[in-house]
């Protein structure tokens, strides 16, 4: 699977929008792009993932550039409660491809 | 709540006893995993279950031995461990291993090993 690069660390004031950019230059046709976080102490949350068209769901959206190798999830009115680590993860939607985890983003939302 | 659940959430063991962690879905899925967490490291997947057969073993040491007698429980038996695999112990659960399955992750069990 190809390989992600996140920022290790972005700032937010509660009720912005946070931008959490992706690079994924090496993505192949196939590959699915997944977001997952993990608040502190807890298990990792599935978020949205997406192939090349946008997607939203109720938690955030996610926009993929048009050559696919960036992308961005984006949380429309941040709250304290969306403070954790987003891993944005590239993966192809065969059997025994399992997800692998980065260092992901810690996103820290600040009143 | 994400239908997962683990027991305990936290456990102090010394290097010579022996303990089980135990994960439970309430999901009906039909795969199963594993993963640790060490403190500043990524999530590392260690083993994964799909039909109650093990598909992935990731050179896990023998000291970590996976259990699962069905799809809804899986388990961890830990013997020997070395104060290393202090760490937190997460299982997840899919439906299927392919496809664009969505993993459900538990909270948890903290382990250290004194």
């Known amino acids: 699977d190809a390989k992600t690069t996140q920022p290790p660390s972005m700032d937010c004031a509660e009720g912005r929008a946070a931008n959490l950019p992706c690079n994924h230059s090496t993505i192949s046709g196939n590959e699915y792009v997944y977001w997952y976080r993990q608040i502190h102490s807890q298990g990792p949350q599935y978020i949205i993932h997406g192939l090349k068209n946008n997607e939203t769901n109720e938690m955030a959206s996610l926009i993929i550039t048009e050559d696919r190798k960036s992308s961005t999830l984006i949380l429309p009115h941040a709250t304290l409660r969306d403070t954790a680590v987003y891993y944005c993860?590239?993966?192809?939607?065969?059997?025994?491809?399992?997800?692998?985890f980065g260092g992901g983003t810690r996103l820290m939302v600040k009143p | 709540e994400t239908g997962v659940t683990q027991t305990p959430r936290h456990l102090v063991m010394g290097m010579t006893n022996k303990k089980s962690l135990k994960c439970e879905q309430h999901l009906g899925h039909n795969a199963m995993y594993w993963y640790k967490q060490s403190a500043k490291k990524p999530l590392e997947l260690m083993f994964v279950?799909?039909?109650?057969?093990?598909?992935e073993n990731n050179s896990v040491p023998s000291r970590f031995s996976p259990e699962c007698p069905n799809s809804s429980h899986l388990f961890l038996h830990l013997h020997t461990l070395q104060p290393e695999d202090s760490a937190l112990y997460l299982c997840a659960s899919s439906q299927g291993l392919g496809g664009t399955v969505e993993q459900f992750f538990g909270p948890g069990t903290r382990l250290t090993v004194l």
């Open positions: 279950y799909s039909l109650e057969e093990r598909v």
């Open positions: 993860i590239v993966r192809a939607p065969r059997a025994g491809n399992m997800l692998t």
